[in-house]
């Protein structure tokens, strides 16, 4: 498996990576919530946009074999706090180290941007993503609320000191 930075080509690929982790993951979203959320946060635009934001890391996990991207990170620093905006590792490929290979590169890349606190936020529902946070040393800090398809859902904030 490669981590490298992403790259305009990788949007399809990324795109495909969460829309699958999402319906793998999210029984409680419609699957058209899930769809239009996916088209509005990978949209083209947003996704350039993305790449250049300053203080911004976009990582994509390639395998070796011919899956080619098997997951992503998106995480951006503001002041001396970063963010994990996003990351997924798709469903055929979650408990081979893809998770762990993302995290420890983009906190890496987030650390260049003189983070010295990292900060991830996930739909309470996802068991599995909150485990993944806890087994790296975060800890539940905060809870919101976030809007997808003209629903409210529960989140939980978690933070790991540096």
Known sequence: MNVRPA???DRD????????TWHDTYDELEADTIDDTVDEWYA???????LEEPGTAVLVAE???????????HGVVHDDEGDVLRM??????????????LHERLR????????NRMRAIDLASNEGGRAFYEELGFEQSGEGEVEMGGE??????YTLEL
């Open 44 to 50: 083209d635009e947003s996704f350039t946009s993305a």
């Open 88 to 101: 997924y590792v798709h469903p055929d490929h979650q408990r081979e180290g893809v998770g762990t290979a």
């Open 63 to 73: 395998d070796e074999g011919e899956d080619g991207i098997v997951g992503f990170a």
């Open 152 to 157: 409210t859902y529960r989140e939980v904030v």
């Open 7 to 9: 790259t305009a080509d």
């Open 108 to 115: 890496t890349a987030l650390e260049d941007f003189n983070m």
């Open 13 to 20: 690929a990324i795109r495909r990576v969460a829309r699958d």
